[in-house]
């Protein structure tokens, strides 16, 4: 997956002054996450860089449910997936 900080444009554009923006999904992923979408929050966490965002989903224990928040289409949804 491939992310990307929000700036004040883009930002203006998505509806959120933060996270990280998904530009692309590889193909075959079966993920609650779809490019386009604007991923807010990993459980409470706000998230500043794409680095910082892959050091939050490492450290979640395999088989451990993860919790975000996306936006899609300007509407929050909270998504729960277990990592592998």
């Known amino acids: 997956m491939e992310l990307y900080t929000l700036d004040e444009e883009l930002g203006a554009y998505f509806g959120s002054d933060t996270g990280m923006l998904v530009l692309h999904v590889p193909p075959g992923k079966d993920l609650p996450i779809q ?3 604007v991923i807010m929050r990993i459980g409470e966490r706000s998230l ?4 910082q965002t ?7 224990d395999e088989g451990a449910t993860i919790r975000l928040t996306r936006m899609r289409h300007g509407e929050e949804i909270l998504v729960k997936l277990d990592k592998p």
């Open 48 to 51: 500043s860089s794409p680095s």
């Open 35 to 37: 490019s386009g979408d």
């Open 54 to 60: 892959w050091r939050i989903l490492h450290s979640y």
